[in-house]
């Protein structure tokens, strides 16, 4: 594995994941096509306008793009740029960003995020990154007062703590190789997911009772189960409202898209 993060120069590798779950995708099919990473949003597709984004960040030296087919994905957008390289992803989320990690297509420390984020902008990233330093995993969030204030309709997953209810916005930092041992522990959950006591049990009962009691705060909660697991892991809560806003469902798309025309009518 090549280890730069002893650099505090060293770039970041951005992980764009732009494949899908096997069978048909809703919104892809809802549109009329074949890969949700295409789906046109501000008549553009929205990887398009992820990679537009990470391309426009300093940071960033290297974009590697994971999908089944994630050449033509790329080639689909018109986007040349010889810092985006592409790679097939595997079964799942964490073990494609495994077979990767830490490798000459993907040298640490790494940026992940995904192509249905249309909405992320140079900004988010420079925030979120800036905060990354110090622990092995870092992970965007969004505190439920944040979004409600801007988007009030927004209807999210809510992670409920003593300190706020936090969604996720689909930003990952794995900045040291210990990191690999979160991406292991991430494989786990993927798989028993639907098993409650099996989750229970990587993660400990203790804190599962206070996550239900919303005792522990997120960043206790995240502290705790990573160092069980062997390593450091803690949120960044970002200020920005359209971080939270992905797009799986035709009333994300709207909702995305009159966001993005508002952005164009402004610029």
């Known amino acids: 594995m090549t280890d730069r993060t002893a650099d505090p120069a060293a770039q970041w590798t951005a992980i764009l994941l732009a494949g899908q779950r096997p069978g048909i995708d809703p ?23 992820v990679l537009e984004t990470l391309l426009a960040v300093d940071a960033i030296g290297r974009i590697l793009v994971l999908a089944q087919d994630a050449e033509a994905l790329v080639a689909a957008t018109g986007i040349a740029d010889p810092r985006i390289a592409t790679a097939a992803s595997g079964k799942g989320i964490s073990t494609s ?8 297509s993907a040298p640490w420390p790494l940026f992940v995020t995904t192509a249905d984020h249309p909405l992320l902008t140079p900004e988010m990233i420079r925030f979120f990154l800036a905060a990354a330093p110090g622990t092995d995993v870092s992970v ?7 979004l409600l204030a801007a988007y009030p309709e927004s209807r999210r997953t809510w992670l409920r703590f003593s300190d706020d209810a936090f969604t996720g916005a689909n930003l990952f930092a794995l900045s040291t190789p210990a990191a690999a041992r979160g991406l292991a522990a991430w494989s ?18 203790g804190l599962a009772i206070r996550a ?32 939270a806003i992905d797009v799986d469902k035709p009333l994300d798309h709207t909702q995305a898209e009159a966001i993005l025309v508002a952005r164009q009518s402004v610029g």
């Open 27 to 49: 919104l892809a099919a809802h549109f009329g096509i074949a890969a949700k990473a295409l789906v046109p949003i501000a008549g553009r597709p929205m990887l398009a306008h």
């Open 97 to 104: 960003i495994a077979a990767v990690a830490g490798g000459e």
């Open 140 to 146: 965007g969030v969004v505190g439920r007062r944040t």
């Open 188 to 205: 786990e959950v993927e798989r028993d997911r639907k098993k409650a006591w099996t989750l229970i049990r990587h993660f400990g009962l």
């Open 212 to 243: 239900v009691t919303r005792t522990i705060s997120l960043a206790g909660a995240m502290a705790r189960a990573a160092k069980a697991l062997g390593f450091t892991a803690r949120p960044v809560a970002l200020p920005f409202a359209e971080a």
